[in-house]
């Protein structure tokens, strides 16, 4: 197995995404590059903590041997960050930076988390502003861009806000009804991850569909749920 790069790996998916790359039996070697430890730990796991995020893209470049996919899980909301100016410094700024960074390394599959529902013509600039990342990471022009539109995102999260909190729970509450009330629109972390390692895998080893592959909310249901084994990959 090559080695494999993460950022964004102490959010809800990003922390899921180390969780099964490490637990792989090809056991790739994972690197991860983040502000403050993960809850993980692994001997498969190579964790590089650095506050400054300025500095991510040297680091990125310096990686040995270079990854041959990168995933992001980064991102932010305008509550965490303090203002939609600092949040997209974050969702934007260092997500470009850090995809210009790989693609000058030799990384072959960059692998994005997105959201679903985004239009670069919508009226929220949340919507407006994942649409221009995407359109930007696939102009860089990797061998394979993965890209994943998750709805909402379910599973526990460090930071809380209420408006979230009441939404995930009647998204957990209708998936106990039955889950086809909730995987239309909500999906939770681990099931993301699982169908974004599974898709990045396969792009991998020229088996996407398309040079930039959509991942969309009935494909992580599929992929992450109905069709993943554990041990398979």
């Known amino acids: 197995m090559k080695a494999i790069a993460v950022v964004g790996g102490t959010g809800l998916v990003g922390s899921h995404i180390l969780n099964v790359l490490t637990s ?24 590089i903590i650095d506050e400054d995020n300025s500095t991510w893209s040297s680091k990125l470049k310096e990686l040995r041997p270079v990854p041959s996919i990168l995933f992001s ?7 965490q960050a303090g203002s939609f100016e600092a949040q997209r410094k974050i969702d934007v700024d260092l997500n470009l930076a850090l995809a210009r960074a790989a693609k000058e390394a030799g990384v072959k599959v960059y692998v994005l988390i997105s959201s679903a529902g985004i239009s670069k013509t919508s009226v929220f600039p949340y919507s407006r502003m994942k649409a221009e990342l995407e359109e930007a990471v696939v102009e860089i022009g990797f061998d394979q861009t993965v890209i994943v539109n998750p ?7 460090e930071r809380k806000e209420f408006f979230e909190v009441v939404l995930r729970n009647v998204a957990t509450v209708m998936g106990k009804l039955h889950g086809g009330l909730k995987d239309f629109w909500a999906q939770d972390g681990d099931v993301i991850a699982r169908a974004t390692v599974s ?14 592959w959509r991942i969309t909310q009935s494909d992580i249901v599929r992929m992450g749920r109905t069709e993943w084994k554990e041990g398979a990959l």
Not at 26 to 45: C, D, E, Q
């Open 199 to 212: 898709a990045a895998l396969a792009a991998s080893e020229g088996k996407a569909p398309d040079k930039v």
């Open 24 to 47: 792989l039996s090809s056991g790739p070697s994972v690197s991860t590059i983040v502000r403050r430890a993960p809850n993980i730990t692994s001997p498969k796991l190579n964790v």
């Open 151 to 157: 709805g909402m995102l379910l599973g526990d999260r």
């Open 73 to 79: 899980a980064l991102g932010s909301t305008r509550a």
